[in-house]
Every structure is written in structure tokens, then in C-alpha cells.
């Protein structure tokens, strides 16, 4: 990001507001999806191939030496609305092509994500030497070979369930399932935590590091912290076997939100190891669950709109990263004490209440 804002010559305040229209274009995307149960109708591979498509020729166009800010607002706001097409719909193909055993599946697919999420603090470790012109061809090229591969070897699962018409009013049908509200509550309460949380661990890392003049480097903890969620993820799909799904998701947010209020006690004990050994815990505890309620989601859907309730609970759940990561970013402006961290606690205690109440199912 920052070096389109170098190349084509744009403000500092350009990297936030590209990276919010990337938000904002999923967000508006997973709506309409939902809104037309596009996924329902349709074949969900065919839908995933025409959004990587699509999504890869919006982001190459970032290469066009003619850009200026008002295009690359464009390109990456319809990068997001196709991504529309790609993370709730490979949970809705899981879905269709497992039941008992979705938990599992969806911890593999929501692992890669985090993988993917994680690749890019990865990449910085190695500085100047990779051009971003390369990494935005090959990683466009990449979108379109794996929704032509999904396309070609993935056809429509055994357990789907296909709407025969265009229902509007199954935005708000699927809430009305009581089990559904309980598991799409919790997730809401998890998203309030986890994408604020990746967003300023570097931030965490490097306050540390000045705080206690430690050396580390940032962005190569910053792939670790975040990536190792992944393998998380595959572990608490086989942990959901034995303990059961919802048990499993409510551990998993209550140690998160335990990581929230023990935060600052870490930070200014001032111990490296311990600090990083935190952060890894974190890190994986944040993102355990993600799968898992993604999993309760599908099960307690109506089976014909099983797709439009991933699809409208992914448009809820990142919206709310939004206003996480905004709030948090102004208390962090007002004051740069760790102190202001905790207030990410309010997700867990949020999902955790609708998790144990009996009155949401």
C-alpha cells in the first residue's frame, strides 16, 4: 500500500482510506449477495471462478500508470466486492459438501484465510526486494487459477439445497431461528476482537519494543503472532469432535477476552519471551473460534438460504471491524497507553452473554 502511495504520488491518510474502501467493498458486496441469494441459485463454484475473476482483473488494473486516487478507490472497492464472492461462499461449498463433519472442514478453509491474512507481514520481512508490481500479477494470477481450479474439480456438493426463486425477505428470515441468532451474536462478538487485533499487533510489538528498548523484528512476529491462528483453527475443529462445537467456540472466546484484560499486566512486566509467548496464545485463541461459530451459522440456517446466512453474517461481522478498528485507532490517538487495549473485551463479553443466555437459544 505504501508504495502506491509513493508510485502515484497520494497523502499519508491514502493508506487508510484504500485499505477501508477494500472494507467497505466487501461489506456492500456480501449485502447484495445476500439480498438476491446469489449463492443459493446459482452454482456456488461458478459464482467463486466469476468473483476471483473479476476480483483479479480489479486488482491488476492497480498496475495502470494512468491511476489516480479516485481509480484506485475504485479498483479497491470492487477488489472487496468480489471478495464478496470468495470467503462466504467457500464456507457455503464446505457446508454443502459436509455436515458431521464441518467443523473440521471449516476450520481448514478459515486457517488458509488466516494463512493468507498473515502472508503479507511475511513478504515485508524481506524489505525492497520483491517490486509490487510482481506481487499484484502474481497474486492476481493466483486468484484466477484457484477459481478456475475450484470451477473444474469442485462441482455442487451432496447437501446443497438449491432456492428456486428470488426471495428478498431472507435477510431477515434466518434470524428469526433462535440457535442461528446465538451462534451469529457470538460471531459478531468475535469480529469486534479479531481483526482489530491483527490490525495493531505491529503496533503492539513495536510500542514494546520502544517502551523497553527491546529489538524485534516487527514484521517477522507479526507473521508468526497472526499466522500460527491458522494452525488453531485446524485444532479446534478436531477439539469441536470431542467437546462439541459451541463448547469448544465459547472457551476459545472466553481466553481471548481473558487476553484482552491481561494485556497490560504483560506489557509492562517488560519480559520479551513472555510478552511474545503471550501474543502467540493470543494470537491463536482470537481466531479459534471463527470457524466454529461459521460452522453453528450453516447448521442452524434454513437449508435453502444456507448460503445467504453465511453471507449475511460475514456482512455484519466485518462491518463491525470497522467500527473496532476505528474506535480503537482514536482512543490510540488520544492516548498511547496500553490501557486503552481492554476495551477490545466488550466483543467476547458481548458473544459470551448470548452464548450462555438460554433467551437467545
Not at 39 to 64: K, Q
Not at 169 to 186: C, D, H, L, P, Y
Not at 261 to 281: A, E, H, K, Q, S
Not at 339 to 351: K, M, S
Amino acid at each position: 500500500m505504501q508504495d502506491l502511495v509513493l508510485n502515484f504520488g497520494l497523502g499519508d491518510e491514502a493508506v487508510s482510506t484504500l485499505t477501508s474502501a477494500v472494507q467497505f467493498g466487501f461489506i456492500s458486496g456480501t449485502l447484495l449477495f445476500a439480498i438476491l441469494t446469489l449463492t443459493d441459485r446459482f452454482s456456488p463454484s461458478r459464482v467463486f471462478f466469476v468473483c476471483a475473476l473479476l476480483g483479479a482483473i480489479s486488482n491488476i488494473a492497480l498496475v495502470w500508470s494512468g491511476n489516480t486516487m479516485v481509480t484506485l478507490l475504485l479498483f479497491r472497492y470492487l477488489t472487496g466486492f468480489f471478495l464478496a464472492g470468495i470467503y462466504p461462499v467457500g464456507m457455503k461449498i464446505a457446508a454443502d459438501y459436509f455436515d458431521s463433519g464441518l467443523g473440521t472442514s471449516l476450520g481448514y478453509l478459515v486457517g488458509a484465510l488466516v494463512l493468507g491474512t498473515s502472508f503479507p507481514h511475511f513478504l515485508k520481512n524481506f524489505g525492497h526486494s520483491l517490486s509490487w508490481h510482481n506481487v499484484i500479477t502474481v497474486t492476481s494470477a493466483f486468484a484466477v487459477s484457484g477459481g478456475g481450479i475450484l470451477w473444474a474439480l469442485v462441482p455442487n456438493g451432496p447437501f446443497r439445497k438449491r432456492s428456486q426463486k428470488l426471495q428478498f425477505n431472507a435477510f431477515f428470515t434466518v434470524f428469526k431461528i433462535s440457535e442461528f441468532r446465538t451462534a451469529a451474536f457470538g460471531y459478531f462478538g468475535h469480529m469486534w476482537e479479531l481483526y482489530t487485533f491483527w490490525a495493531f499487533t505491529p503496533l503492539l510489538l513495536g510500542s514494546f519494543s520502544e517502551a523497553h528498548a527491546t529489538a524485534i523484528n516487527i514484521p517477522l512476529w507479526s507473521f508468526i503472532i497472526i499466522g500460527i491462528g491458522g494452525l488453531a483453527c485446524v485444532l479446534g475443529g478436531y477439539i469441536s469432535k470431542n467437546y462439541g462445537i459451541k463448547k469448544t467456540a465459547r472457551m476459545a472466546l472466553l481466553l481471548s477476552g481473558c487476553c484482552c484484560l491481561v494485556l497490560p499486566l504483560v506489557f509492562l512486566l517488560g519480559n520479551p519471551t513472555l510478552f511474545l509467548g503471550f501474543l502467540i496464545f493470543w494470537g491463536m485463541v482470537v481466531i479459534a473460534d471463527s470457524p466454529l461459530f461459521s460452522t453453528l451459522v450453516a447448521q442452524n440456517a434454513i437449508p435453502e438460504f444456507k448460503g445467504t446466512a453465511l453471507t449475511i453474517v460475514n456482512c455484519v461481522g466485518f462491518a463491525i471491524t470497522i467500527i473496532s478498528i476505528q474506535t480503537i485507532g482514536f482512543l490510540v490517538q488520544l492516548s498511547d497507553s496500553i490501557w486503552v487495549y481492554p476495551t477490545l473485551v466488550l466483543g467476547p463479553l458481548f458473544g459470551l452473554y448470548h452464548l450462555f443466555s438460554k433467551k437467545s437459544g
